[in-house]
């Protein structure tokens, strides 16, 4: 039992990475309230040179915007497992735990350079473009307290030295810097090009894909961080009908190693845990129709997390001696499509209306949910709502309310332990796990163009 408890804790850690790799729908206020669509519409800087770097050749002039996500979710875990009853059998415990943690700021600074008159325009980008972490604290409701109750109890948040897990803690940075040019070879037609650069940070507790001490448990681990590169390509075509057309692939962001340093619960040091994890290539297809009156946009994405290290693994990692270690190899993600469609109204003079929807395939299947069990990284239906404020020929204000819609994974519980033929992934026999998540985010942003 000991292992089974020690091991699910596993699994949950393991999960935050899977946080990580979350692709945002949108980048600043108004790029976030249209859906994300922006491939083919470029109305702002920032949703431009996110999505695609040939669209800039549409500004006419110089414009800087900048912004702030106000990012809230609501993420909890609930699980099922049956342990011993001290006279040869096993009793069910189950309980749920909701996250402490609170908000994320995310920022975005994003700059065009254009002229009128020149068929160049130049950009740079820096993105906060995924954020997340978890808050979980340890079970206190533990069998053996006078008032022990086995249906509000959770054991994949037992402490260590019950057995289980503890306090589940991540905080993850991801910020992107892009350096973007574009040429316009006909007027109709751009082409564009942006290097991406990025740094990441991690501190998770404990360190999920090192091998627990058989008598320590698992460290906790230290703040870490990695750099790391990539690049994205785009085309862009807007006919005089105010039809519009779009296409990008953003590459895989290889990221360097994380160097995971950290101490086991009884203070002694443990050794360094190297893992690799990348942020997985973007291939996005648009089109947009673009009026006096309002815009419309639709564009179509396909993440590629199936082929991404960190993410194309799954399982547990097998020892030289053909055991397996204790370690999460990877979580087994499948690659996702992404549909986001917008709409902005322009009757109202310095005050356009917008308003956004997204949908996405989920990466999870029944077989990995346990490895991203405290958050399902993924929300599968959002919808947003935003405005604008126009004033002084040059400024513009912006503000956006985002909903991620109620999502809910299930599976069970998976033991390296029970391993077999028939069981490749080592499921727990009457064991489950739900994980639940809503996401809210609030945007505000500032630009002028000059």
Same mark, same amino acid.
Do not use: E, N, Q, R
């Given at each position: 039992m000991k292992h089974i408890l020690l091991f699910m804790a596993l699994g949950l850690t393991f999960q935050l990475y899977a946080q990580t790799g979350h692709v945002l729908q949108g980048s600043g206020p108004v790029n976030f309230s249209m859906g994300g669509a922006a491939t083919a519409l470029?109305?702002?800087?920032?949703? &431009?040179?996110q999505w695609n770097p040939a669209s800039i050749t549409a500004f006419r002039a110089t414009e800087i915007a900048a912004s702030a996500a106000y990012f809230t979710a609501a993420p909890s875990v609930y699980s099922k497992a049956n342990i011993p009853d001290g006279q040869g059998g096993f009793f069910p415990v189950e309980g749920m735990t909701e996250d402490e943690r609170g908000a994320s700021i995310l920022p975005t600074l994003a700059v065009v350079f254009a002229r009128e008159d020149s068929k160049f325009a130049w950009g740079i980008s820096a993105l906060g473009i995924s $954020?997340? $972490?978890?808050?979980?604290? &340890?079970?206190t409701n533990l069998p053996g307290n006078s008032d022990f109750d086995p249906q509000n109890s959770n054991p994949l948040l037992y402490p260590q030295n019950f057995m289980g897990f503890g306090d589940l803690y991540s905080d993850y940075q991801l910020l992107q810097v892009g350096l973007t040019g574009a040429y316009r070879i006909t007027d109709a037609f751009s082409i564009g090009i942006a290097p991406t650069f990025n740094y990441a940070s991690l501190q998770v507790e404990p360190t999920p894909v090192a091998a627990p001490d058989p008598q320590r448990g698992y460290p906790i681990g230290e703040k870490t961080s990695s750099v790391g590169f990539g690049a994205q390509i785009g085309l862009f075509y807007a006919l005089e009908n105010g039809l519009q057309f779009g296409a990008t692939y953003k590459s895989t962001q290889f990221m360097g190693d994380l160097e995971m340093e950290g101490a086991y619960l009884d203070g002694s040091e443990a050794p360094v845990t190297i893992f690799n994890m990348d942020y997985p290539s973007i291939l996005s297809l648009g089109a947009a129709f673009t009026h006096d009156q309002f815009d419309i946009a639709l564009d179509y994405r396909y993440i590629d997390y199936a082929n991404t290290d960190g993410f194309a693994e799954t399982g547990w990692r097998i020892g030289d001696n053909g055991f397996p270690t204790g370690a999460v190899a990877g979580f087994g993600w499948e690659s996702i499509h992404v549909? &986001? +469609?917008g709409l902005q109204y322009k009757g109202i003079e310095n005050l356009p209306l917008r308003i956004g929807y997204t949908f996405n395939t989920n990466p999870i299947t029944e077989d990995n949910v346990f490895l991203s069990s405290s958050a399902? +990284?993924?929300i599968a239906n959002a919808a947003q709502i935003g405005a604008s404020y126009l004033f002084l020929d040059h400024w513009g204000v912006h503000a956006t309310y985002h909903h991620g819609f109620n999502t809910e994974v299930s599976g069970q519980l998976l033991n390296p332990m029970l391993i077999a033929t028939d069981n490749p992934l080592g499921k727990v026999p $009457?064991? &489950?796990v739900t994980s639940d998540m809503s996401t809210d985010v609030v945007l505000f942003g500032l630009s002028y163009r000059f």
């Open positions: 470029p109305i702002d800087p920032t949703g &431009a040179l $954020g997340f $972490g978890v808050d979980y604290p &340890a079970t549909l &986001a +469609a399902p +990284a993924v $009457g064991s &489950a």
